[in-house]
């Protein structure tokens, strides 16, 4: 297959003609101040090393154009009198597409009369300012450049220190230790639901990202200690920016790959209007080829989604946009009518699997006088989780073992107003509300009983409400201290949290810096879990309240060289209000639960402390080469209702991810093409399990295993290792830009432990293992 592919490679190379002038392209965007978003008139953007130099000036509106810029990466330097200058390396020149951009420019601080200046990179930069600690911005082109990431966010965060993959299946991740279902997925400043497909009910992760790389622009990833402005989350927030389509010209890309056919489009929305589109579809190829009547694989596995941005820009009311995306997946599979082909008990099962997700909003933006911006959005948003599963008796006939449906519904509007009193000091206030309905259903097979029996049946609504109120001050040249409250309210039950939150930067001099963050954090229960009813029609979980925790986390930042940066965190997280076992004293606790609804009956008795070390050495992009060395030194143990310490699930103790590529620019004249060499690697402490007692579970044929509850996580599997590999070539043409790719995951097949299960079916214990080597083959050209 690599030998393949690398001839593919070098024939694309080589059926090229020569170009009667060099390859270009315009980069054009605008200039606002960071917190009001106010435009900058006369800034001056220049492309440093350009010669003659190349560069444009800002008009009224803020807006910028710089025509015939050679392709390749360019570094923009961006001044403003009264200003920081600001440094923007590595800006990548496409043939294919104007390089249209957004540049936020921070007041120099004011201090006894005085101007500070000082020049600013993005190398250390967060989009957001009131995010001082445990904050990485990511781009769109690391989503599409660290290997196997394949336009996935979440797979991309696994190169990060403190960031775990958990299934390589899919692209759940864990965070300093905590469970997958402490991670908050927002878009445009709106929580959105889990934005993946085959997602399980109550699930951060899932099998495939509906979002798409087209429509993302560069945001927020967090991992603790979060500003005021978030809640509902316990251990990382993902904070989506999406990107504007180009409104001046049509551009088009097509992608065709293993994960699916994607066809995208922007454009201006009228002649001499300012408004834009942009639009992504998708079609799992996997779908196709099956239709082809090509069967790749256990069963058969469907999906597609949608994805845009359209905006609407006004002369007085300010700008609108229209935002959203869906997806749709379903997973069929069907047994064997031939029992001599059961090599696994689930080979005797027909199933249906299927998970649908959307989100569709408008978001509304204006300036309030001169030092105020407004920004309102409205959402509503939703997804709909179905299984059904039948078990083939030795007769062949289908007896119905589950049936699930989960609707989760929810529309939001959020209000956030932000000030600016002066150069030294700007505020951010606003509300969050949420209008929450459900409609779940659960039915499980009991086997004393030797029926379908129903464990939740309820649909209904409740509602939310979130304030919260923060404030970015510089004490002086070297101290920016954030600080703010956030409230949220549970109105199902007036459950409801308080939480104050701190942050104090100390700027060392220009090279290095200290930071210190604390929040208090909290996070209500998947809305099913709510809901359970026990055997006498009771819900014994409707007033749980809030999971909650404390962070703090200590921090030291340093440039080691102009494109090399050292980055320390030590953190704590004290968590408590867990929910845990109410009527029995066990080691059940909810930090240990990724996914679905737990049904039986709960308290907020538990308790929980991750706390550890991380180390990030990074190279930026110098030279045509980068790399990411993360390494992780954590523990993470929890107390069930029984008050015995243990190890939680996730508690793997060290991790250390290598991610690195080169570039190398051919083209005997025109340095046209790119070929690219990236590499991934990890390596993590396993993950934990709890022992099976199979004579119990054997002496309950078909009821599946029991574990020995006294011994709950005390197994660590083996040590996790997987390398992914990515070789790209990417060519400018005259007017388009083709990027042909192979992303491996697992390059070298390696077989790690996923978990230990009593298989009921032969009455033994069995070792699952995660996923073996996967090729993904994708052909990209814009134009």
């Known amino acids: ?11 694309t190379s080589f059926i090229s003609k020569s170009y009667s002038q060099s390859l270009s392209q315009t980069i054009r965007g605008t200039v606002i101040d960071k917190i009001t978003h106010t435009p900058l008139f006369g800034a001056n953007i220049i492309i440093i090393d350009s010669n003659p130099l190349a560069g444009a000036a800002s008009d009224i509106n803020g807006e910028f154009r710089i025509s015939k810029v050679p392709v390749g990466k360019h570094s923009l330097r961006i001044t403003y009198l009264g200003y920081k200058e600001r440094i923007i390396p590595n800006v990548v020149v496409n ?25 600013e990179g993005n190398k250390a930069r967060t989009l957001n300012e009131m995010a001082t600690v445990s904050t990485r911005t990511f781009s769109v082109e690391e989503t599409q450049k660290f290997a196997a990431a394949v336009n996935d966010p979440a797979r991309m965060a696994s190169s990060f220190a403190g960031v775990s993959s958990s299934d390589d299946g899919n692209n759940t991740i864990t965070i300093r230790g905590n469970s997958p279902a402490g991670l908050q997925w927002k878009m445009e ?127 007085k009311a300010g700008n609108f946009t229209l935002f959203g995306f869906g997806g749709l997946s379903t997973s069929l599979f069907e047994a064997e009518r031939d029992s001599a082909k059961w090599e696994e008990s689930y080979q005797r099962y027909d199933s249906k699997f299927t998970s649908n997700t959307g989100v569709a909003g408008l978001t509304h933006s204006i300036i309030l006088g001169k030092n105020t911006w ?48 002066n150069s030294r000091h700007n505020i951010r206030t606003g509300f969050i509300f949420n209008s929450l309905a459900f409609d779940v259903d659960y039915n499980v097979y009991e086997q004393d009983l030797n029926a379908v029996q129903q464990t939740i049946n309820e649909s209904g609504n409740t509602s939310s409400v979130q304030l919260f109120a923060q404030s970015n001050y510089h004490l002086s040249e070297k101290f920016i201290l954030n600080s ?115 049904t039986d009956p709960l308290k907020n008795d538990g308790t929980g402390t991750n706390y550890g070390l991380e180390v990030t050495v990074e190279q930026f992009l110098k030279r045509d080469f980068y790399f990411l060395l993360a390494t992780s030194l954590y523990d993470s143990k929890y107390k069930g209702s029984d008050k015995v310490e243990r190890n939680t699930r996730f508690n793997g103790n060290y991790g250390i991810t290598l991610t690195g590529g080169k570039e190398i620019i051919t083209g005997a004249k025109w340095k046209n093409r790119v070929l690219g060499f990236n590499l991934k690697t990890i390596y993590r402490g396993g993950f934990r399990g709890t022992p099976v007692d199979l004579q119990a579970s054997q002496a309950l044929p ?82």
């Open 1 to 11: 297959m690599i030998r393949l592919v690398i001839t593919c490679l070098l024939v």
């Open 95 to 119: 043939s294919g597409k104007e390089l249209v951009i957004t540049i936020e420019l921070e007041e120099n601080v004011v201090l006894n009369k005085e101007v500070v200046i000082s020049a």
């Open 189 to 315: 400043g709106i929580e959105i639901p889990n934005p993946n497909h085959f997602a399980a009910p109550g699930a951060s992760g899932g099998g495939i990202s509906i979002l798409s790389s087209q429509t993302m622009a560069n945001s927020d990833f967090m991992t603790g200690a979060f500003a005021a402005e978030y809640g509902n989350a316990l251990s990382g927030i993902f904070d989506i920016r999406l990107r504007k389509g180009n409104n001046e010209k049509a551009e088009y890309t097509l992608q065709a790959g293993f994960l699916g056919i994607d066809a995208a489009a922007e454009g201006p929305l009228a002649k001499g209007y300012q408004g834009s589109y942009l639009v992504n579809y998708r079609y799992s190829t996997l779908s196709i080829l099956d239709k082809l009547g090509v069967q790749v694989g256990d069963g058969t596995n469907d999906f597609q989604d949608l994805s845009y941005n359209v905006f609407l820009p006004t002369k």
């Open 374 to 421: 407004l920004k309102s959005a409205a959402a509503f948003s939703g997804n709909e989780i179905g299984f059904k599963e039948s078990r083939l008796n030795n007769a062949y006939i289908a007896e119905e073992r589950n049936r699930q449906f989960a609707g989760n519904y929810k529309f939001t509007f959020t209000s956030s107003l932000n000030h600016k009193i």
């Open 484 to 598: 703010g409250v956030h409230y949220f309210l549970l109105n199902l039950n007036n459950s409801y949290s308080i939480e104050p939150r701190l942050s104090l930067k100390y700027e060392i001099n220009t090279l290095q810096s200290l930071t210190l963050g604390y929040g208090l954090h909290s996070q209500m229960q998947p809305l099913g879990v709510y809901f359970a009813k026990n055997d006498f029609s009771v819900k014994p979980n409707s007033d749980l309240e809030m999971s909650q925790s404390h962070h703090v986390v200590l921090g030291y930042d340093r440039m080691l060289a102009e494109n090399l940066r050292l980055k320390a965190e030590v953190y704590y997280q004290s968590l408590f209000n867990i929910p845990v076992s109410s009527d029995t004293l066990n080691s059940f606790s909810m930090v240990n639960v990724s996914e679905d609804y737990i």
């Open 702 to 783: 078909g009821q599946g295993a029991v574990y020995i509850d006294n011994e709950a996580f005390s197994i660590q599997y083996p040590d996790y290792f997987r390398a992914d590999v990515r070789i790209s070539l990417k060519r400018n043409r005259k007017s388009s830009t083709q990027t042909l790719a192979l992303d491996i995951q697992n390059v070298t097949n390696r077989k790690n432990i996923y978990g230990k299960f009593y298989d009921s079916e032969s009455g033994k214990i069995k070792t699952y293992y995660q996923t073996s080597l996967i090729p993904i083959l994708s052909y990209k050209i814009e134009f």
